[in-house]
């Protein structure tokens, strides 16, 4: 009897043991616990076979509880987000707007000139005064309002008017974000992660994408200021292009940094596609005096400040900080220095042929190109359409 009573004492050691063990690494990981207490929920009314399959992942978690935590999720290869940003499909639907665009400035000029003849040969100004006076005052206002309106759109070079409308879609999508409904689908598409399951369209969409106000202001206040300088040198649409781009490459090099280093996280916002835009100013004006809003006071070279920003975001990648997505940062302003010092040459002037094959799908019949013409140059078909210039 003595030695039935020891090993009852002993298997009871060994149960109470046993249960405690369990319990401390549950309340340790309460993520792991929630997991495995909802798949046992899900499948309680499931046959005896699934009973058994369902005591079985309990078990695993169990399992993974009490040891180590499961490994994360390894995305897979970054092959389709590799050729997505190399299509090139912006330059080349850059260049076809700047055909459309200057097509549509000849026309729009040959139609203003036919209608300010006919007012000319049919109207006087006592036509329009009786006209006005018709008017109520309600529809005065109005009228002087969008007179108002106009003269300051005229008023604002190319560049402010283009980073106009990129504001506008920002402020949007800041909206958007307000939206209790549409937070999955912002989560999905508005922020670029390589774990998620979709990369390839949150490349492009995270770059009008922010959570935060003051995120927004201060990366469209800089977009704002450098839009005059960039679309001088590069046009409208190549700034589109380049802008785009941009966007789209600074979230590759955000994804292989995150894959390198196995943190994924979800980033958001323009800062790669701003920071190509200052890197490109500066790079092409390196001498011109820049300063800061709150310090007008101090002011420093363009090209010293490029260095500045490259040398903090340099810092902050080796040294892991979270403040930033310090990668997006680099590979917008590297792919901002080498688009004005390379990549104009290697990629916009060499459109020629598109345009061209545009052209004839736009103007069937027509002539295509004037022989003898420069890079870029197109000629007009039978009817009168221009080629970028």
């Not at 992660?193 to 770059?207: D, G, I, Y």
């Not at 990668?327 to 917008?332: D, K, N, V």
């Not at 459109?351 to 103007?363: F, Y």
């Amino acid at each position: 009897m003595a030695w039935k009573g020891c090993v009852m004492k002993w298997a009871k050691t060994e149960f109470i043991r046993s249960q405690n063990t369990t319990s401390r690494s549950s309340r340790l990981n309460p993520y792991n616990q929630q997991r495995c207490g909802f798949r046992r929920d899900a499948k309680r009314p499931d046959t005896k076979k699934g009973n058994v399959t369902q005591e079985t992942n309990a078990s695993s978690c169990e399992a993974g509880v009490a040891g180590h935590p499961p490994p994360p999720k390894v995305p897979s290869p970054l092959f389709k987000p590799l050729m997505f940003t190399f299509t090139g499909c912006s330059f080349g639907a850059a260049a076809i707007l700047q055909y459309e665009t200057l097509r549509s400035r000849v026309q729009t000029a040959k139609d203003d000139a036919e209608s300010e003849k006919l007012i000319q040969g049919s109207q006087n100004r006592t036509h329009w005064h009786n006209w006005w006076n018709q008017l109520s005052g309600f529809q005065r206002q109005l009228i002087l309002l969008m007179s108002t309106v106009d003269d300051f759109w005229s008023s604002l070079t190319e560049g402010q008017k283009t980073a106009t409308g990129i504001i506008a879609v920002n402020a949007v999508v800041l909206c958007c974000w307000r939206i209790p409904s549409m937070q999955r689908s912002m989560i999905k598409y508005f922020t670029s992660n390589p774990a998620s399951k979709t990369r390839c369209l949150p490349m492009v969409l995270s770059s009008f994408s922010h959570y935060s106000i003051i995120h927004m202001v201060a990366n469209m206040y800089v977009l704002w200021t450098f839009s005059s300088g960039i679309v001088s040198l590069l046009g409208k649409e190549q700034f589109l292009a380049v802008y785009l781009s941009a966007g789209v490459i600074s979230s590759l090099v955000s994804y292989m940094c995150k894959t390198a280093t196995g943190r994924f996280y979800p980033s958001l916002g323009a800062s790669g596609a701003v920071m190509a835009v200052l890197a490109a100013v500066c790079a092409k004006v390196p001498e011109a005096k820049l300063g800061i809003i709150f310090l007008p006071m101090v002011t420093f070279t363009a090209g010293n400040a490029l260095k500045a920003l490259v040398a903090i975001d340099t810092a902050g990648l080796i040294l892991g900080w979270r403040l930033f997505d310090h990668a997006a940062h680099l590979g917008g302003a590297l792919f901002g220095v080498w688009y004005v010092a390379y990549g104009h040459k290697l990629i916009w002037r060499k459109r020629e042929p598109l345009v061209k094959l545009w052209h004839d799908i736009r103007s069937p019949g027509g002539r295509g190109s004037r022989p003898g013409g420069g890079p870029g140059v197109s000629g007009g078909a039978e009817g009168g359409g221009p080629g970028p210039q």
